[in-house]
């Protein structure tokens, strides 16, 4: 990762766990709630969306101050916690493991860990109207991060993935099935930091082409790291979706392919930019990171 991009990613954290520790300070809290929701927010997240969501304001108004998208960056981050906490539960993936902790219902216990999902859920929404964006923007982002999150977005996708355990799907839908689950939030929170800087129809379509490309590769990149990396750098069980006979890239493809495969959506993305130059120079590298991660 080159150092100015590495600073750009940690300072884009940086702003993101200091504002969410004002939108949800640490208070004494009898039925551990907050704490819960505070243990899933703050349990060592890459804050992949809120970046994607500076970086992608950024490629419309280089002069921007970022202060505005900090609403925005929050808001996905409570959303994306939200669906990892429920998603863990017994009824879902039944992990024990995210980030390399035990997870929120293992840390507390199930009945919280739903209640947190959901107070991280209407939290997000809440921080939309926090946004210093004009009454049709906000509309505009409560609408994108509704569609990415609901039952035509995120929560279908997941739905697809716990109907596809034991059954063999075909290349189309598992695409299918992680262009909702991931690839849905993804798209918003670019979508998200472009609108608030002001994008035009002609360079949300674009960004949209780019953020489809990095939302799929991000899940061929995880398929990837299930079978090749190890617990302790993964943060969460290595070999996961094997055990549970889901399918993945990796099954479906072989290794080889699937990392031809990312490969090949890391060019989409970049082709998606051509017409940005230099403002879109956090965006490409990116896109570069999220192929290469190694957890």
């Known amino acids: 990762m080159p150092h100015e991009f590495s600073e750009f990613v940690q300072s884009c954290r940086q702003r993101v766990d200091t ?55 929050c808001a996905l981050e409570c959303l994306h916690s939200y669906s990892l906490v429920h998603d863990d539960l017994p009824a879902m993936d039944d992990d024990d493991l995210r980030r390399g902790k035990p997870t929120c219902h293992i840390a507390f216990n199930e009945a919280t860990a739903i209640l947190a999902g959901d107070g991280l859920q209407t939290l997000a929404f809440g921080l939309l109207l926090r946004t210093n964006v004009t009454a049709e923007t906000k509309v505009q982002l409560v609408e994108e991060l509704a569609a990415a999150s609901g039952a035509e977005g995120m929560v279908l996708g997941q739905a697809i993935d716990l109907a596809a355990v034991d ?53 061929v990149q995880d398929d990837i790291l299930d079978v090749t990396a190890d617990t302790a750098t993964l943060g969460k069980q290595q070999g996961a979706d094997i055990a549970r006979n889901k399918p993945t890239y990796v099954s479906l493809l072989g290794l080889e392919t699937a990392q031809a495969k990312a490969a090949e959506l890391h060019n989409q993305a970049l082709v998606s930019l051509e017409n940005f130059g230099e403002s879109a120079a956090r965006l490409r590298q990116m896109a570069e990171y999220i192929i290469h991660r190694i957890n």
């Open 19 to 73: 504002a969410l520790d004002h939108y949800l300070p640490d208070q004494n809290d009898p039925t551990q709630l907050r704490a819960a929701m505070r243990y899933s927010l703050f349990n060592g997240g890459k804050r992949v969306r809120p970046t994607l969501a500076y970086a992608a304001a950024l490629a419309i108004d280089t002069n921007l101050e970022l202060a505005q998208i900090d609403p925005i960056a």
């Open 167 to 219: 059954q063999q799907l075909s290349l189309s839908q598992l695409e299918n099935m992680h262009s909702h689950k991931t690839g849905a939030l993804i798209r918003a929170s670019v979508a998200m930091g472009a609108l608030a800087a002001g994008a035009n129809s002609q360079q949300l379509k674009a960004l949209d082409n780019y953020a489809k490309a990095i939302g799929l590769a991000f899940q």
